[in-house]
């Protein structure tokens, strides 16, 4: 099927995550896996925004700097950093040296921490946009995924995040963090990890709402 690639060990992937020996580990023990944890999310959110424009790859490799400069993208920490942070950021060659994404993370950990008094989780707020069955396409192929790089449900997550006071959240940005994160199940059909991913969809633990 278009989409997918074997693997020197005989394994068919999502053609992108058997493109590069550091796409693998991501694709496969990563990417589409449900999460629940508030700061891998703050932290998936963040660097889908500096992602834009630029690979997916370039922001991987420099993860564990991105990590190193943000606290661990624990968003509390990231919510008291100053002018003097950003001037240390922006000078930071492990990262993207983007003054506005740089701002827009320490603004976004702040309204993270809003959200969290809102939701009572990151966790809890997200997941209640989850997509049901009706949502999604009925197989998911290559031509699937590329038609549809935003969908009704991410433009309106973008649209309340936006509200909410948070940047670089477009539709196409939240919805990569959709398929990151686990919300939706977008490996190809025939890709290794498909049926990997369901599986742990389907064990998954939703956050409940706080009135639940």
């Not at 963040?46 to 991105?66: D, P």
């Not at 001037?87 to 993270?112: P, Q, W, Y």
């Not at 309106?156 to 398929?179: C, D, H, N």
Request: charged share 30%; proline share 4%.
């Amino acid at each position: 099927m278009d989409g997918l690639v074997k693997g020197d060990d005989g394994v068919l992937r999502c053609s992108w995550g058997g493109s590069t020996a550091d796409y693998i580990p991501y694709h496969d023990n990563e990417w589409g896996r449900p999460v629940v944890d508030d700061v891998r999310l703050f932290e998936k959110i963040c660097l889908e925004g500096f992602q834009s424009g630029l690979s997916w790859l370039t922001i991987l490799r420099k993860r564990e700097n991105f990590r190193a400069a943000f606290a661990g993208f624990d968003f509390n920490k990231v919510a008291t950093f100053t002018e003097k942070d950003v001037e240390r950021l922006v000078a930071d060659a492990g990262i993207i040296r983007h003054r506005g994404k740089i701002e827009s993370t320490i603004n976004n950990a702040k309204r993270a921490q809003e959200l969290v008094k809102e939701a009572g989780s990151l966790a809890t707020w997200f997941w209640a946009f989850e997509p049901g069955a009706a949502d999604r396409p009925e197989v998911v192929t290559l031509e699937a995924v590329r038609a549809n790089p935003t969908t009704a449900i991410s433009t309106r997550i973008s649209k309340e995040l936006k509200k909410r006071g948070w940047s670089f959240v477009g539709p196409t940005t939240v919805y990569a963090f959709m398929q990151a994160m686990g919300m939706v199940n977008d490996h190809i059909e025939g890709c290794k990890c498909r049926a990997e991913v369901e599986r742990a969809r389907a064990a998954f633990k939703r956050p409940k709402p706080k009135s639940a």
